[in-house]
């Protein structure tokens, strides 16, 4: 991870009040070991995040979009402060027509993480803890102190900024709860809140199409087979109501909460960390159905694999089964 431009600037604001006080950096902050740091944390925690959505901006252009864009297209210290500095104008005035949304510390950065540039805002906020102080030889002493907390997101953004400068789908990525006190943040960062479900399910069946490795079966202690994984995970979301939920099918069956959350960030996949299954597509887990005219065919991924169903040429599918030539020999006899 390459941090390229890092600022970081405050809203001091409570709860069932609307008066906001903003503290800014007068600049850039230099990247130094302990800013690394927290770069790295601020971003692991939110890529591990199941609230994520991806999604792009609106179409009607505000202060947000305007100067990132502007960023975007100028790449230097200068343009970026002002992104900062603008956008956080913007979003106090926000907080402020907000009776029970709070402030915290703005985190602005510019980073590149696996070969993709981002710029990110996360916010956190501080609290304060305990500590143990060593006084003396064999004796402790216990003091109060302030920390940020970097391990729970109050919200966050990143925007991968080569999709965007490329028009590609889903640049935008942010936190998002269903709290009223957060829509002050998706106003701010003008986030198309259109339902992707359908885009969603086709990436999940997509993502386990792909898979090389499958988990183990913890029953017999032996890798699932694909068609066997294929139905437990079916299953296993249906009996959930059909919400998906990464992080809990990760620790479902690869024991490791964070194994599809990393594997779709490696794989450059883009799906919410959490959504709604549309029944229809799901079902492609256990089975695939295409029809035209009174022609229906239903199939299995396993068929494709054994190569019982395959394309040919032009505008052929081609089956390989002897039990269903014998059955259609019999209908000419």
Known sequence: MKIKRLTIHQIEKNQGVLEAHLTTSDGLISVDEEVIF?????????????????????????????????????????????????????????????????GGYFVFIN????????VGVFIVRDSEEVIFNKKGQNTFVVNKTTVINTDKLAMAVRVDIGRLSNKEDRYLQFTH???????????????NLLDRSADDTKALIKLIDD??????DPETGV?????????????????????VRLRELGKTFWDNS?????????????????FQAVNVILSRLKKYEIKSGKIKLTFSRADIESGR?????????????????????????
Do not use: C
Request: glycine share 2%; net charge negative; hydrophobic share 30%.
């Open 211 to 216: 898979l090389t490795e499958f988990p183990i």
């Open 309 to 333: 169903v395959d394309i040919g040429n032009n505008n052929q599918i081609i089956i390989t089964n002897e039990t269903l030539r014998a059955k259609f020999d019999e209908l000419n006899d």
């Open 111 to 118: 980073y590149e993480y696996r070969k993709s540039e981002y």
């Open 258 to 274: 964070d194994f599809l959350t990393t594997y779709i960030d490696e794989h450059g996949i883009n799906m919410n960390h959490e």
């Open 38 to 102: 927290l770069s790295e944390r601020l971003n692991d925690t939110f890529r591990k995040d199941e609230k994520v959505i991806r999604t792009e901006f609106l179409e009607d252009e505000d202060l947000f979009q305007k100067s990132l864009k502007d960023f975007a297209s100028k790449k230097n210290d200068k343009s970026f402060y002002e992104f900062s500095k603008s956008s956080i104008l913007r979003v106090k005035k926000l907080l402020q027509s907000s009776n029970f949304a709070t």
């Open 177 to 191: 709860k269903l709290a009223s006190t957060s829509n002050y943040f998706s106003d701010w960062i003008e986030a």
């Open 223 to 243: 890798e699932f087979d694909s068609e066997m994984f294929r139905e437990k995970v079916f299953n296993y979301i249906n009996s959930s109501g059909r919400v």
